[in-house]
């Protein structure tokens, strides 16, 4: 236990300025960041596949979490229509399936396909949504803010998770899905939200706004909301695949916390929702105006 809080301990010092850092420097060096997380989760999800004899089109799927960050970044850069995005999706997942159709129907090319798009998708695509949400409103605010913004949601999904643990710990309880995620409870469920509310209003106001934003705190503490209730869906989401092909972690990768999947498995449902209402309520100030 000891030697595994210290791995935990000595992984923290090192990513979190390193998080920070990509954060600060965004543009090109944050969609490469986010394209080899999407790379490494999604090679996670198809050693899952391979768990169950199924194997993945790798190659086409890791092209996939590698090109997701970089298309969003060309489309907040504002060079490109969102047409061509979605135009080079098509075309990517249409490669994917004449790529089955060269292996045959004898290798079960249905779920070689489902599970290629499946496993770039989930790992990354996700997480290229911090590009929109690090500039927006970008010009209207100091790099600072933009920064901090960024850095709310994923802030406020540490503090469910602690939150979550330290109720689910005290008070115990009935579980929240015994089938999936054993640990869990609904004291922690509950837990996690409140400290997730509480946060989000105390730090916007405190924080977001004293920088120059102007979130209403019914706007703030719909976004604690939004955390308190996603991060956890999406921890018990990620719990479902494991579950299927019995491990405990999604891979070995960093020391003392699993895999990608494990660490990032919040954030896949946080980061889309808090960039949609962020940016929501940062363009209703804007038109408003």
């Not at 999800?45 to 086409?60: C, G, K, M, T």
């Not at 770039?120 to 100091?142: C, D, I, K, M, T």
């Given at each position: 236990m000891a030697g595994n809080l210290t791995k935990r301990i000595a992984f923290a010092v090192v990513a979190i300025p390193a998080t920070v850092g990509v954060l600060w420097l965004g543009g090109w060096w944050l969609a490469g960041a986010i394209g080899v997380l999407g790379i490494l989760g999604a090679r996670e999800?198809?050693?899952?596949?391979?768990?169950?004899?199924?194997?993945?089109?790798?190659?086409?799927g890791?092209?996939?979490?590698?090109?997701?960050?970089?298309?969003?970044?060309?489309?907040?850069?504002?060079?490109?229509?969102?047409?061509?995005?979605?135009?080079?999706?098509?075309?990517?997942?249409?490669?994917?399936?004449?790529a089955a159709m060269a292996r045959g129907p004898t290798r079960r090319p249905l779920t070689a396909v489902a599970i290629t798009t499946f496993g770039?998708?989930?790992?990354?695509?996700?997480?290229?949504?911090?590009?929109?949400?690090?500039?927006?409103?970008?010009?209207?605010?100091?790099p600072v803010a933009g920064l901090t913004l960024v850095l709310f949601p994923l802030v406020l999904t540490w503090i469910c998770d602690t939150f979550a643990y330290m109720a689910g710990s005290q008070f115990g309880g009935p579980k929240m899905a015994p089938v999936l995620s054993p640990n869990k409870t609904w004291s922690g469920a509950v837990g996690g939200a409140v400290g997730a509310i509480a946060a989000a209003g105390l730090l916007g106001e405190l924080v977001l706004n004293r920088l120059g934003w102007t979130f209403s705190l019914p706007q703030l503490l719909s976004v604690g909301v939004a955390v308190g209730i996603v991060a956890q869906v999406g921890d018990v989401a990620e719990s479902l695949l494991k579950r299927e092909i019995g491990v405990k972690d999604s891979s070995s990768l960093i020391p003392g916390h699993g895999g990608v999947l494990d660490r990032l498995d919040s954030l896949y449902f946080v980061i889309p929702v808090c960039a949609g209402l962020l940016g929501f309520y940062v363009s209703s100030y804007y038109l408003s105006r």
């Open positions: 999800v198809y050693d899952f596949a391979r768990r169950q004899a199924i194997e993945p089109i790798s190659w086409l890791y092209l996939g979490a590698a090109a997701f960050p970089v298309l969003m970044g060309v489309l907040v850069s504002e060079l490109w229509h969102w047409f061509y995005f979605v135009f080079l999706l098509t075309l990517w997942f249409l490669g994917i399936l004449v770039a998708l989930y790992a990354s695509l996700p997480l290229s949504f911090l590009l929109p949400l690090r500039y927006v409103g970008a010009g209207s605010w100091s």
